[in-house]
């Protein structure tokens, strides 16, 4: 039987980093491809939480992820297709909010320590 090989690693860092790793994880696993500016734009919004849509379009604009609102749409309703985040429309309101999928468990709050076990197994010959 083959043994092991573990690798261990402990880093420190900011929270739009340590949600970018989430994200790229999740993205990664479930096979959803993301451009850089798209994980910046996914990264900001796991920072602010649920966010009123038109609000956070102007605000990723401002942040110079994307050039203009219309683009981080776009995205973002590829990015509802592909289930990272969700819509909802505000009651008494033509607005929406958009939040990242709880499904994923992106963690955004407090303290964040991240323990992945990922494996490969090798048949034996």
């Given at each position: 039987m083959a043994k092991a090989k573990f690798v261990e690693?402990?880093?420190?860092?900011?929270?739009?980093?340590?949600?970018?790793?989430?994200?790229?994880?999740?993205?990664?696993?479930?096979?959803?491809?993301i451009t850089n500016s798209e994980l910046d734009c996914l990264a900001l919004l796991g920072v602010y939480g649920e966010y009123e849509l038109a609000e956070f379009c102007n605000s990723i604009v401002d942040e110079k992820i994307f050039t203009n609102p219309q683009t981080v749409r776009n995205f973002l309703n590829k990015a509802e297709k592909n289930k990272l985040i969700l819509k909802k429309a505000v009651k008494g309101s033509n607005r929406k909010k958009i939040q990242l999928n709880p499904e994923f468990k992106i963690q955004t709050q407090g303290v964040i320590v991240l323990d992945y076990k990922i494996a490969h197994v090798a048949q034996e010959q």
């Open positions: 690693k402990r880093v420190r860092m900011g929270l739009r980093d340590i949600i970018k790793y989430q994200l790229i994880t999740e993205s990664f696993i479930n096979r959803i491809h």
